[in-house]
């Protein structure tokens, strides 16, 4: 694969055996439609994503662990106005209600799931770090489990554009909009996105480039950033493997790519997070953008 | 190697043949006396760290690359105080002036090099990334090559503690101001520090602890991360290697780790910037922490 579009994952459709029962849990466990991009580079370096899932699992199905991630998305509303207004956008470009319900659905999908896996990557970051992550005192209400399966009314696998079997005109877009926020690949937000060509188009130009990485979006990464590892202290169980318990079953280089690999998409899914509660203030306003929208 | 102290490395003392030529080669062409914490991950990647320095040393060595490193240097210093008296901390802690200049060197050291490693690390991370570095226009005197081999004065090669083998006391101590910026082990900074525990103690303590990832210095290391950049794509030459080149060459899971261990750096080498300008500001004021200890 020398396609320059290429970033080494391996995708929800190639995995099979322990992997694929992984990413099944997974996305039953959080209740949303997709493994995220994160995950998926995780599943590269053998054996870890299953240990550290089966690690986390019980920690993140919490009450707390929903609550922590509501408070992340409430968080993640920049304050930078005049906000586009998405929906006007739209028509304009002809689609009708029917078609913008279908991308609302994916971003309210994608809405609900981002804060959840910046907590999951925050604890596993935080404990390859050597850094304490859960065992806190918490009240048994938040200590019980959330019903564990998809909420009614979102699609349990949402189909994901690859960007290496993309048409040129796709790559360029998937590309433009991964390097407006200085990453190295393209979020799975976007490749949902990508689906509507003109949709990811429109808000990557008109949405996204005027407020991503300017002072106030780094800012509000930095507060996501910062608060989330003091969240997953918080945890009413443990999460994570810590980096000295992985030295017999890593190779050097893996085990120093794996601590650069979570470093990097904790900083990731907090701007994707920002990013796409942007993008849905856009269309639908401030309120609908920063609730849970699958509430339990 | 089962330490938890110990984080995937080759050390300067323990490299052969083609990698340590490169050290060497590094060391004399940035003319500082340490191949960087990230440099040393860098090289547990197959082939990576060499072919990556023989495409970069040319454009690193350019009065060009000088000058960006001396504008990140002048950037670095943080606006905040009351900032403590070092020195008065040390007369009292009992060291005398001729230890005092001792740590001083090492200080100015650091602080020659740490922007210069940042312009490096930012070169390798932005090529991985696939974004374009250097190759811009510039005048012939900028395109010029400063000097190979260490300023007059410095010392060749640092001694840096080992962390793995320091006494509980000192692996607490640089455990401490590793987490206290929320990092995932030691700057080499600290790692020569060491060689004191009480002025690692006192810097950490009473130097860092109250601005490390403060809203000011966080603001700071984005300043740094967003400017670093443009510096690179200004390169009189190109300097890294393109992710898509290194396909054939490493394996997938190499691959992403190489792209998160170079993000993670810059990251890093920015803060251990201002923290190390921070403490020679407080030994020394703004002036002399500021300006290039060593200018052509």
Redesign the interface.
Not at 24 to 49: H, M, N, S
Not at 53 to 79: F, K, P, V
Not at 82 to 93: S, V
């Given at each position: 694969?020398?396609?320059?579009a290429?970033?080494?994952?391996l995708s929800q459709l190639d995995v099979s055996g322990e992997m694929e029962s992984t990413y099944e849990d997974i996305r039953l466990t959080l209740r949303v439609p997709w493994v995220a991009f994160g995950c998926r580079?995780l599943a590269?370096?053998?054996g870890y994503l299953p240990l550290a899932w089966r690690r986390s699992a019980e920690a993140l199905i919490t009450r707390y662990a929903e609550q922590a991630a509501d408070e992340l998305r409430e968080r993640s509303l920049l304050n930078i106005g005049p906000l586009p207004n998405l929906k006007e956008r739209l028509y304009a470009a002809g689609f009708d209600d029917g078609e913008i319900e279908k991308v609302r659905r994916v971003l309210y999908a994608f809405n609900y799931g981002n804060p959840k896996y910046l907590l999951l990557i925050t604890a596993l970051s935080e404990s390859?770090?050597?850094?304490p992550v859960g065992g806190a005192e918490v009240s048994s209400e938040l200590r019980a489990s959330i019903p564990k399966g998809h909420p009614k009314g979102m699609d349990p696998l949402l189909p994901l554009v690859d960007a290496t079997k993309a048409s040129t005109e796709v790559q360029g877009l998937l590309?433009r909009v991964a390097?407006l926020h200085?990453?190295?690949g393209p979020a799975s937000d976007f490749q949902a996105l990508a689906n509507w060509p003109k949709v990811l188009q429109i808000v990557t130009d008109e949405v996204l480039a005027p407020v991503a990485?300017t002072?106030q979006y780094?800012?509000k990464s930095?507060e996501l950033v910062?608060r989330a590892?003091e969240l997953v202290r918080g945890l009413p169980g443990s999460a994570g493997v810590?980096?000295?318990e992985l030295?017999?079953m890593l190779t050097?280089?893996?085990?120093?790519?794996?601590?650069?690999?979570?470093?990097?998409?904790q900083?990731f899914i907090a701007d994707i997070t920002i990013s796409i509660i942007h993008i849905t203030e856009c269309l639908d306003g401030a309120e609908a953008a920063s609730k849970s929208p699958f509430p339990i």
């Amino acid at each position: 694969m020398t396609n320059p579009a290429y970033f080494p994952q391996l995708s929800q459709l190639d995995v099979s055996g322990e992997m694929e029962s992984t990413y099944e849990d997974i996305r039953l466990t959080l209740r949303v439609p997709w493994v995220a991009f994160g995950c998926r580079v995780l599943a590269t370096f053998p054996g870890y994503l299953p240990l550290a899932w089966r690690r986390s699992a019980e920690a993140l199905i919490t009450r707390y662990a929903e609550q922590a991630a509501d408070e992340l998305r409430e968080r993640s509303l920049l304050n930078i106005g005049p906000l586009p207004n998405l929906k006007e956008r739209l028509y304009a470009a002809g689609f009708d209600d029917g078609e913008i319900e279908k991308v609302r659905r994916v971003l309210y999908a994608f809405n609900y799931g981002n804060p959840k896996y910046l907590l999951l990557i925050t604890a596993l970051s935080e404990s390859m770090q050597m850094r304490p992550v859960g065992g806190a005192e918490v009240s048994s209400e938040l200590r019980a489990s959330i019903p564990k399966g998809h909420p009614k009314g979102m699609d349990p696998l949402l189909p994901l554009v690859d960007a290496t079997k993309a048409s040129t005109e796709v790559q360029g877009l998937l590309k433009r909009v991964a390097d407006l926020h200085y990453h190295h690949g393209p979020a799975s937000d976007f490749q949902a996105l990508a689906n509507w060509p003109k949709v990811l188009q429109i808000v990557t130009d008109e949405v996204l480039a005027p407020v991503a990485r300017t002072e106030q979006y780094d800012a509000k990464s930095r507060e996501l950033v910062t608060r989330a590892p003091e969240l997953v202290r918080g945890l009413p169980g443990s999460a994570g493997v810590q980096r000295s318990e992985l030295m017999s079953m890593l190779t050097p280089n893996e085990l120093a790519g794996l601590t650069g690999v979570l470093f990097m998409y904790q900083r990731f899914i907090a701007d994707i997070t920002i990013s796409i509660i942007h993008i849905t203030e856009c269309l639908d306003g401030a309120e609908a953008a920063s609730k849970s929208p699958f509430p339990i």
